[in-house]
């Protein structure tokens, strides 16, 4: 009883912690309790991310505790170049995908010249973002469970969370040319397999 008090007492103490220096007491210490706070902060939009990629909510919960649970292994790599908000939503995009791309290998790799002809013809077509935001919800569901992980979550992280161009730099690790072609691509190639839904 008396351990119990004194874990929420010291929980309570770290609560007012900035992200990056709770990470570093969690790293400097492997402190489960203290990730529980962080768990606690983050577990909502870890969630969203991973229901972005999942089939159904309870495999978005299981690939929320996959991450969760590899985030543990791996938090004494976040170096505090970027925020760290941004720095897990890297985490949870990278780990999501691969998870994504083991499950759907085969599949993947028959899909992958269709998909490439048509970013080539498509890639000089302008599609404006009101398009995007003018598509009916439950066809667009459909739509987006056909376009490749990479493609979706591209689209998600800016329409659906609102990231800018920027926090995609660092999410995806690549330039700013790079992620406005993706997102132009990534774009059109809704729009095509939203069109053909009929």
């Not at 598509?135 to 739509?143: G, Q, T």
Request: net charge neutral; glycine share 4%; hydrophobic share 40%.
């Amino acid at each position: 009883m008396n351990q119990t008090k004194n874990s929420f007492g010291k929980g309570e103490a770290f609560k007012d912690l900035s992200d990056e220096e709770l990470v570093a007491k969690i790293v400097a210490k492997n402190d489960t309790l203290l990730f529980g706070i962080l768990y606690d902060r983050y577990v909502k939009l870890v969630y969203n991310k991973c229901y972005g990629f999942a089939r159904s909510e309870d495999e978005a919960e299981d690939l929320t505790q996959d991450v969760f649970l590899m985030l543990f292994v791996k938090l004494a790599s976040f170096k505090g170049k970027s925020k760290f908000s941004t720095w897990l939503y890297s985490f949870t995009y990278n780990f999501c995908v691969n998870y994504v791309n083991r499950d759907k290998q085969r599949k993947m790799s028959d899909q992958s010249v269709p998909v490439d002809n048509t970013e080539y013809k498509l890639a000089h077509e302008d599609v404006s973002d009101e398009s995007i935001y003018e598509l009916k919800a439950s066809k667009l569901a459909k739509a987006l469970e056909i376009i490749s992980p990479e493609e979706k979550s591209i689209l998600l992280l800016k329409y659906q969370d609102g990231a800018s161009i920027k926090e995609l730099c660092d999410v995806l690790a690549i330039g700013e040319s790079a992620v406005k072609m993706r997102l132009k691509r990534s774009k059109a190639k809704l729009l095509e397999i939203y069109n053909n839904l009929g």
